[in-house]
């Protein structure tokens, strides 16, 4: 099948969507997709099997500074990538589904971004690079921007089955980390300090986060999920809450039905949006939230309680 034509019209359509989007919302980051259309261009002029050699050429060395860092970070390079399609070429295939959903994703994004800047005039506006990795990690995200892997966010449909849907509210939670500040937020896993409590109001901050500004949480699969175990899922995370063990409630999805994982982020936005809900003054509760400072102060101003009926989802 001839793949050429339908990059050129995906392009065309990410280049067309850039100005509008650009126009739309003057304050906001820059989302940067020449990285995936430049992996496709290598990708394609290859039959689907380029080179270690190649892609470090051709691809990666001419890369945006988010590639770059994601390179770094990551230990992404030509070999391993070659090895990720060699290994699961079903991935970069696959990922041509969520290639064509960027413009409107690129689009969306923009109205959010506006939106977090009206609602939010202390926001942080730093890039947002959308990449092409080894199929791990779905993204990074630092201070100076969040970057996404295209085939690995592509894959991960257990979050939401809308590739489109998936994008937006995943890249508003990563981009709630970016406005985190204060001690909590350079709290690091391995750390003394980062116990199940503090790091899952960390990730259920983010959530709120892209709810309140995308319409939608990240991983929207908890709903379903918890539905009628809200009170012994809950119970269990205050018996756990100090362990610096978080392997039972954080980063340990599989992306299964009977093994969802990460439930540290569903309890944390539950904790996090009734503190929110409760707050008389919105802005202000942003605030609260984004800078942190004593978890277990935060739980008790929030009125949460294990099972509670508020948040309802």
Not at 80 to 109: F, Q
Not at 145 to 174: D, K, Q, W, Y
Not at 217 to 244: P, Y
Request: charged share 25%; aromatic share 8%.
């Amino acid at each position: 099948m001839r793949r050429g034509p339908i990059l050129s019209a995906i392009c065309m359509a990410l280049a067309l969507a850039a100005p509008a989007a650009h126009a739309a919302a003057p304050k906001g980051p820059e989302i940067l997709t020449s990285d995936v259309e430049r992996f496709y261009r290598v990708y394609e002029a290859h039959h689907g099997h380029p080179d270690a050699a190649t892609l470090d050429r051709d691809y990666l060395t001419p890369g945006s500074p988010g590639l770059h860092e994601f390179m770094q970070a990551r230990r992404v390079s030509g070999e391993s990538i070659e090895k990720a399609i060699e290994a699961h070429p079903e991935a970069y295939e696959d990922a041509r589904n969520c290639l064509t959903v960027l413009p409107n994703v690129k689009r969306r994004l923009t109205e959010d971004f506006a939106r977090l800047a009206r609602a939010y005039p202390e926001a942080k506006f730093p890039p947002v690079t959308i990449v092409v990795g080894r199929t791990r990690p779905v993204g990074i995200t630092n201070p100076s921007g969040v970057t996404i892997g295209l085939e690995a966010l592509c894959a991960a449909s257990f979050m939401n089955p809308n590739p489109e849907e998936r994008f937006v509210h995943i890249i508003m939670h990563e981009y709630g980390h970016i406005q985190q500040e204060g001690p909590l937020s350079t709290v690091d896993v391995g750390q003394p300090a980062a116990t199940v409590l503090t790091m899952s109001l960390m990730e259920g901050a983010a959530e709120l986060f892209a709810e309140l500004f995308s319409g939608d949480i990240g991983n929207h699969e908890h709903r379903a999920l918890t539905r009628g175990r809200e009170r012994a899922i809950e119970r269990a995370f205050v018996r756990d809450e100090d362990k610096t063990d978080l392997s039972d409630w954080l980063y340990n999805s599989k992306g299964t039905a009977a093994e969802p994982g990460d439930l540290g982020y569903w309890v944390g936005y539950r904790i996090t949006k009734a503190y929110y809900d409760r707050a008389p003054n919105k802005h202000q509760a942003l605030i609260d939230i984004l800078h942190m400072t004593d978890a277990r102060a935060f739980v008790a101003k929030s009125g949460w309680k294990p099972g509670g009926r508020k948040p309802a989802n």
